[in-house]
């Protein structure tokens, strides 16, 4: 039985900074958990936090404490990882410096972001968030981005909501209080004297989480007031059943407003961090949710009718298959961690021999002849003996994908390289070139320069080794017709 590739997930939580970071990241391991190996990494966790997690992920790593102005914060996880794991960062202060230290051991990183503040070096990053401008992104030349509510983090009760059939809960209208698992202003004890004071409202569910500080003046508050609820710490089932009995919800724009409009109704939302300006933007603008301003107002609409536009409008942006679609992406990723190079050596003599014919790789070869079994021979045996020639295979859980070839020369080395046929089309092109020069450079450290030339119909080849961050060169007069491209290597070092 094939081994489950390992993802790290690695984020904090507290009821200083909330539990956002945490709940997000646990909703996309509960995807992928039956699929991968999945392994929480995070400072000083609650006892409750680390329950928490525990349901969802395999194992729990437990970090030392350690700021992130301190220089030892982006080697926190130097002891955990390695090329064929894929590391998850979600957080303002895995910056730069930290992502490269991941990428420098050759892992696949994944980022969840929604503050754009720093350049990037992940292969993925996902802003959940709606409308997001991608050229607010800096970015390395071969990562993706994943925008919008299509890959929206929800957890599987959210996920099955969000395909259901939703009709207006009988009887009173309950409205469904949430401003946070930690709320540090206490934001919801606020709103909830807001409301108490707005006509028509006769129930109210009150939720809060297990970092929430403010605890017992809310409970005090609550004794008060009988058409309050209040509940503590709901797993994600109980807070989806919770939600399905309520026609409104105030809520704040993060993670616990995208679940609410997947199980659907009226939604107003605060802004009650920096971070959630571009959720609220979207949210609003396209009339998923409310101003929270508005609510008063909103509810002496014809409730059944506005429900309902509500629902529509909601279901459009929340299908309910996100899921399927990051379980498409870490499946590449998986694919792309588990490559590993070697050099060729002479039982390599069939395989390079029959890629080598491939009708698609002589279609793109400088000679489009079909090579003969004997010149092969001699070829292969000749650049076995050679050292200034470095041939590798990549392969894929032992199965090999593709050639690489580099002819060194003092500092420089020429790339040239072809892929097997069950691998194309799957992104996989400039993870195998990107591993293949980390080798060349472990065997050659005073490389300075690696270029190689691509014919200009060759579309795929050119982006891959665009991704890999070659750039365009002046031509080769030999090859004049053909497009150059270099990559200095300290660029990548």
């Known amino acids: 039985m094939q081994n489950k590739t390992r993802i790290i997930f690695r984020a904090d939580g507290n009821s200083q900074i909330g539990l956002g970071h945490v709940v997000r990241s646990l909703a996309l391991a509960e995807m992928l958990c039956h699929d991968f190996e999945c392994i929480f990494a995070i400072q000083a966790p609650s006892p409750e936090l680390q329950e928490q997690i525990k349901q969802t992920c395999d194992g729990v790593i437990i970090l030392p404490v350690c700021h992130y102005e301190e220089d030892r914060f982006i080697y926190e996880l130097q002891a955990y990882i390695a090329e064929d794991v894929i590391v998850v960062l979600d957080g303002y202060h895995f910056n730069t410096a930290y992502q490269q230290n991941i990428k420098r051991r ?55 909501a969000a395909k259901a059939e939703r009709t207006l809960p009988a009887g009173d209208v309950r409205v469904f209080l949430n401003l946070g698992g930690a709320d540090p202003q206490n934001h919801t004890l606020q709103i909830a004297k807001e409301l108490a004071r707005i006509p028509g409202i006769k129930n109210v569910e009150v939720t809060v989480g297990s970092a929430y500080l403010h605890l017992p003046d809310l409970q005090e508050w609550v004794k008060k007031h009988k058409a309050y609820s209040l509940h503590q710490n709901l797993n994600a089932e109980e807070l989806c059943q919770l939600m399905q009995k309520c026609a409104v919800a105030v809520t704040s724009a993060s993670g616990v407003a995208y679940e ?17 300006a571009g959720l609220y933007t979207f949210l609003t603008q396209n009339n998923i949710a409310q101003k929270y301003e508005q609510l008063e107002q909103a509810l002496q609409a014809h409730l059944p009718d506005s429900f309902q536009q509500a629902v529509k409008i909601q279901r459009q942006y929340l299908d309910g298959r996100s899921d399927e679609r990051l379980k498409q992406v870490f499946q590449r990723m998986a694919l792309a961690a588990s490559i590993t190079i070697r050099c060729v050596s002479e039982n390599d003599l069939m395989l390079l021999f029959n890629w080598a014919n491939d009708p698609e790789v002589r279609r793109y070869s400088f000679n489009t002849n079909p090579i003969l079994l004997e010149s092969h021979t001699r070829w292969l045996k000749t650049k076995l003996e050679d050292k200034q020639a470095k041939l590798y295979v990549a392969e894929a859980n032992g199965v090999p994908l593709a050639h690489v070839r580099f002819e060194v020369n003092d500092s420089r080395a020429t790339i040239s390289y072809l892929l097997g046929s069950d691998f194309r089309g799957k992104g996989m092109s400039h993870v195998v070139l990107q591993k293949c020069i980390v080798k060349l450079l472990q065997q050659n450290p005073k490389l300075v320069l690696i270029d190689g030339l691509v014919q200009p119909e060759n ?35």
């Open 260 to 276: 609410y409009a997947s199980v659907g109704g009226r939604l107003f939302i605060l802004q009650t961090a920096d971070n959630q």
């Open 459 to 493: 579309v795929a080849s050119i982006k891959a080794i665009m991704k890999v961050g070659f750039n365009h060169a002046s031509p080769d007069p030999k090859y004049p017709q053909a497009q150059r491209f270099e990559l200095y290597t300290d660029s990548i070092k």
């Open 106 to 160: 050759g892992c696949q990183l994944y980022c969840i972001d929604d503050i754009h503040t720093y350049p990037f070096v992940a292969d993925y990053i996902l802003n959940q968030a709606g409308g997001v401008d991608a050229a607010k992104y800096k970015t390395a030349s071969y990562t993706k981005l994943l925008l919008g509510p299509a890959f929206a983090l929800l957890r599987p009760p959210f996920l099955a």
